[in-house]
């Protein structure tokens, strides 16, 4: 909450704040001290939200027409294609609105590894943020399984086949996901229901994150702790409110260019034919936002090839989808230990010369693994994936934390209006801060 | 905590907490037991078919339980080719006569055993199955030759009613 306190200025305004503090809420959201030089990279929070606000809205009024039913479900989806007013267009933003969703967090993601948002001490926004995109994995594969296509029948039955891989228990979770013996009806009115709940737990959590996020505020392009408010911050509304509109409304072009122009180009043809239990299509490719992760859970070689582990004598007792299961989880749990692994003490890249071409190349090596999960399986496809998978994982179990130790940074500014007003970054002043600030 | 003895009160809030939490799972159970199998899909449980019209070397595929099922009409080569395999090769080592109780007819499930796809007929480097969605080869008896499956197709339970009818489940 800002530190002045807010009093309403009419009569009723007063009655009510007084019962319930909504006012205070809002004045506390308009006033928000924001670093001032916040660069656009900053204005996908606002996006994302936008983001789940046209999800929740469409898919509210898709449910009022779609069938929840092995039988039923793809010939309803077509209804709603044909036959409902304006079904199309529904359809499409929500289909489409899920891969803006996704372009969007990853710019936001990769956002915060840039600028070392996840540090200290915003670790909790950061782990917040990771479940969230969790659960929009996990909403996003079940939407995708409702249309009841062969791409949805047959990504289900791998993603949930995953579950097998755990020793002892693993057929006994999958049949319980399934309801029956294979993925069938049961699984499709279950995930419906989860598919339906999941965005309304991404509403909390998003609520959460804002919270915990308005406790320090926001990082900033130069990473550091800055007085609020102070000559360093704007007040949220209206400085960063329109601008986090202009990016919106540039966002909202390409959003509509797919919708209008190529809404089917993010999809995949084979789930315009309905599920059929009997033929698997012959390249089972998931959606490509979730296509780094395929990579690795692909990249994982027969157990035979792991000579070199350890512990090869504990790994033989167990079969390889295991390890590669297992390696595609930790590559997503592994970002929860990011604000440890990473010991520098510095935030931001700028000021980071080795950590930047890291990132850079991490980046790279993170459109590889999309690009890998999406080719075939076998030869050099698969040689480009396993060396991208161990780079992933040695870019934040070795790169990262040795780097902390070993490289030499550039001089942190004492403020943001530092390097303007009082000249060039001034290194004793820095260095001094930095003890200040340990 | 401190070193206090334990008292009455002590005892009364454990006791409590036992209690809670056996009414709470007692509330919980039937809410994650209801996901599982119905009684009206365990009552699918088994499923005949003809197989008069299968022909040497020919595979016809069937739905049992939701899964494809496939029954093949076996040629004297694939069944020569699938015991003469040495058990030292096999990932997963069976025998074919422990597969096939007929050697003429191999009835498996059709899901390979990595992540679930149906495996294509006549394809891959071991003249049975390929899986096209990871690339797991099976020999003529089903068996995982190559490739990221951890285990042979699994043959079901079934049993011939008479000499064209196999009953499956």
Known sequence: MSDHEYVPSSKFGKWFNDRLPLLTLASHLT?????????????????????LITQIVTGLTLAMHYIAHADMAFESVEHIMRDVNYGWLIRYIHANGASMFFLAVYIHIFRSLFYGSYKSPREIIWIIGIIIYLL??????MGYVLPWGQMSFWGATVITNLFSAIPLVGEGIVTWLWGGYSVDNPTLTRFFTLHYLIPFLILGLVVLHIWALHVPGNNNPIGIDIKKPSKDTVPFHPYIVIKDGFALLM??????????????????????????PMVTPAHIVPEWYLLPFYAILRSVPDVPEWYLLPFYAILRSVPDK?????????????????????????RSAVFRPLYKQFYWILVA?????????????????????????????????VILPVLGFKEKTIPVPLSITEPILGGSPNLAMAKKKESLDK | MSDKKPERRDFLFTASYAV??????????????????????????STEVDVSSVKPGNTITVLWRGKP??????????????????????????????????PQ??????????????????????????????????????????????????????EFVNANTIKIG
């Open chain 2, 20 to 45: 809670g939490a056996v009414g709470v799972a007692a509330v919980v159970w039937p809410l994650v037991d209801q996901m599982n199998p119905d009684a009206s899909v365990k009552a699918l449980a």
């Open chain 1, 251 to 276: 966002f909202m072009i390409v959003f509509a260019f797919f919708v209008f122009y190529s809404p089917n180009i993010l999809g995949h043809a084979d789930n315009y034919i309905e599920a059929n």
């Open chain 1, 365 to 397: 090596d993170v459109l590889i693994l999309g690009y890998m999960g999406a080719m075939p399986a076998e030869g050099l496809y698969l040689l480009i994936a396993r060396v991208a998978t161990a780079y992933y994982f040695l870019h934040f179990l």
């Open chain 1, 136 to 141: 929009m994995m996990a909403a996003a594969f």
């Open chain 2, 105 to 158: 007819w191999l009835v498996m499930l059709g899901v390979c055993t990595h992540l679930g796809c149906v495996p294509l007929n006549d394809k891959g480097d071991y003249d049975g199955w390929f899986c096209p969605c990871h690339g797991s080869h099976y020999d003529t008896s089903g068996r995982i030759r190559k490739g990221p499956a951890p285990l042979n197709m699994e043959v079901p339970k079934y």
């Open chain 2, 69 to 102: 099922v496939f029954i093949r009409r076996r040629t004297q080569d694939e069944i020569s080719e699938a015991k003469s395999v040495k058990m030292e090769d096999l990932k997963h080592p069976e025998r074919d006569e422990d597969r096939a109780k007929d």
């Open chain 1, 31 to 51: 006033d928000y001290p924001t670093p001032k030089n916040l660069n656009y990279w900053w204005t996908f929070g606002g996006i994302l939200t936008f983001c």
């Open chain 1, 322 to 346: 295991l390890l590669g299961v297992v390696a595609m989880l930790s590559a997503i749990l592994i970002l929860a230990a990011l604000p440890w692994l990473d010991t520098s003490k510095i």
